[in-house]
C-alpha cells in the first residue's frame, strides 16, 4: 500500500516550514531561470534541458525536468519540456520505433538513434502523475495514453514479428543497460515506479511490472556491496560488477562512478513510498558510513565497490552529496544529530549537508543540480505520488 503520510526529512533535523519553503523557491529559481539553469525555453511552446557539461539534450535530463515540474506543479514548464521530446527525440519508425533517441543537440538534431531506459522509465512516470494531477489532454497531452504506450513499447518490442528489443529482461524482470545487451545498471531500478505501473499500465503489462518491483529490490539488495554500501555502473544479472569490454566504450564501468551515486537515492524514494525491504536499505547505511565515517575528510573521489579510495576526483561530487543524503530516506525516523542511534545521527548529518550545499555552478553543473533538485524534494516530502 501506497504510504500516506509524507514524512519532512529537513523538519526532522528542526528545519522550519518557512524555512524549507523559501529555500525551495531558491533552487527552483537557480534551476529554470538563473544565469546558472539547466532549462531552456525555445520558441512559444518548447524547452530542453541541457546537460551543460556534453552541451546537448538527453533523454535522462528531460524526463528528469519532467519528474520536478509535475512535483513542483509547474505544468507549462512540463508541457514545453515534453513537446520537445516528442517533437525531436521520439522516433516514429525503424528498428526503435517507439522509443527516445537518447541524445540530441539542442536544435533537435539526434546524435544517436538508440534509447536509454532510464529515460523511458521516467517519462512513463511523469507523464502518469501528470495525467492524475492535471488531466489528460488531447493528443500528446493525453499523458496516461502516452505513458502506457511507452511501457507497451519497454516489454514488447519484438513480439510478433515487430521490429526491436525490450527495455526489460522478461524472464528476470531487469531492467538493461541498454536493449539488446545481457547487462544492468542497478541505478536504472526503480521498484517505487515498478509498483505503479502494476496499477497503471495496461492490463496486460500489470502483473510483469509487480514482478519486477520485487526482482529490483532483490537484486538492489545483491548488487550493493556488502560491506561499502556502494553499487556499480554496470552489473551482471547476478549484481556483480560488469567488467567485459564493450564495443562502444573503453570506459570503466566496474567501479563507483557517475550512474551508481543514484542507487542510494532510490532506495530512499522506494521505501519513502512502500516500506518494503528486502535488505537493500542497509547498502545505504552502510555507504553513508563509508563515506560520512571511514572517508570524512575527503568522500567525493572515485572508489571501487568495496570501498578502496583511488586517487582521482568524483566528476559529480554534489550528485554524489545529494543521492546520498537521499538515501536517508531508509533509515526509519525522526532523525536527529542527538538521537541515541549512530545511524540516525549519522542520516541526519547527510540530511544537513545537503541543506548547506548551495547548487553547482559551471560546466558540469546539470548531473549533480538534477540530482540535488530530487534530493530536496524528497527530503522536504515533496516529492509525491499523484
Known amino acids: 500500500m501506497i504510504k500516506e503520510e509524507q514524512r519532512s526529512v529537513f523538519k526532522e533535523i528542526g528545519r522550519t516550514d518557512s524555512e524549507i519553503e523559501q529555500r525551495l523557491k531558491e533552487i527552483v529559481s537557480d534551476f529554470f531561470y538563473s544565469t546558472n539553469k539547466v532549462y531552456f525555453p525555445v520558441g512559444e511552446d518548447m524547452a530542453y534541458i541541457e546537460d551543460t557539461g556534453n552541451h546537448d539534450a538527453r533523454t535522462e535530463g528531460m524526463s528528469y525536468g519532467m519528474m520536478i515540474c509535475v512535483q513542483l506543479d509547474m505544468e507549462e514548464e512540463f508541457r514545453r519540456l515534453w513537446k520537445w521530446a516528442k517533437t525531436y527525440m521520439w522516433m516514429d519508425k525503424g528498428y526503435n520505433e517507439g522509443y527516445f533517441a537518447w541524445s540530441c543537440k539542442t536544435n533537435g538534431e539526434k546524435n544517436a ?17 501528470a495525467s492524475h494531477r492535471w488531466g489528460d489532454g488531447e493528443g500528446i497531452f493525453c499523458y496516461s495514453r502516452e505513458a502506457k504506450e511507452i511501457l507497451r513499447a519497454c516489454l514488447h518490442k519484438g513480439e510478433n514479428g515487430r521490429d526491436g528489443q525490450p527495455m526489460w ?3 528476470n524482470k531487469q531492467i538493461l543497460f541498454v536493449p539488446g545487451v545481457d547487462f544492468t545498471d542497478p541505478s536504472y531500478h526503480l521498484p517505487h515506479f515498478y509498483e505503479l505501473f502494476a496499477q497503471w499500465a495496461y492490463e496486460e503489462d500489470r502483473e510483469f511490472f509487480a514482478g519486477a518491483a520485487a526482482a529490483s529490490r532483490e537484486y538492489l539488495a ?3 556491496h556488502p560491506e561499502s554500501g556502494m553499487s556499480p555502473e554496470y552489473a551482471e544479472f547476478d549484481g556483480s560488477p560488469m567488467s567485459r569490454d564493450l564495443p562502444w566504450s573503453s570506459d570503466r564501468h566496474d567501479w563507483f562512478y557517475s550512474d551508481a551515486y543514484r542507487t542510494a537515492a532510490n532506495i530512499g524514494l522506494d521505501y519513502l513510498w512502500w516500506g518494503k525491504d528486502v535488505g537493500q536499505r542497509d547498502a545505504v547505511k552502510k555507504l553513508q558510513y563509508c563515506l560520512g565515517v571511514t572517508n570524512k575528510d575527503d568522500p567525493y573521489t572515485i572508489y571501487e565497490v568495496d570501498g578502496t579510495k583511488l586517487e582521482m576526483r568524483a566528476l559529480h561530487p554534489v550528485a554524489i552529496l545529494a543521492a546520498t543524503a537521499q538515501g536517508s530516506l531508509a533509515v526509519d525516523g525522526p532523525l536527529s544529530a542527538d538521537s541515541s542511534d549512530p545511524e540516525k545521527v549519522l542520516a541526519a548529518m547527510w540530511a544537513d549537508r545537503l541543506w548547506h550545499e548551495p547548487m553547482r555552478t559551471g560546466d558540469r553543473r546539470y548531473y549533480d543540480n538534477c ?10 516530502g515533496k516529492y509525491r505520488i499523484y
Open 113 to 129: 538513434y538508440g534509447p536509454a531506459p532510464d529515460g523511458e522509465e521516467f517519462f512513463a512516470m511523469a507523464l502518469f502523475f
Open 169 to 171: 529482461n522478461r524472464d
Open 222 to 224: 545483491k548488487a550493493c
Open 371 to 380: 540530482l540535488y533538485m530530487f534530493a530536496f524534494l524528497a527530503l522536504s
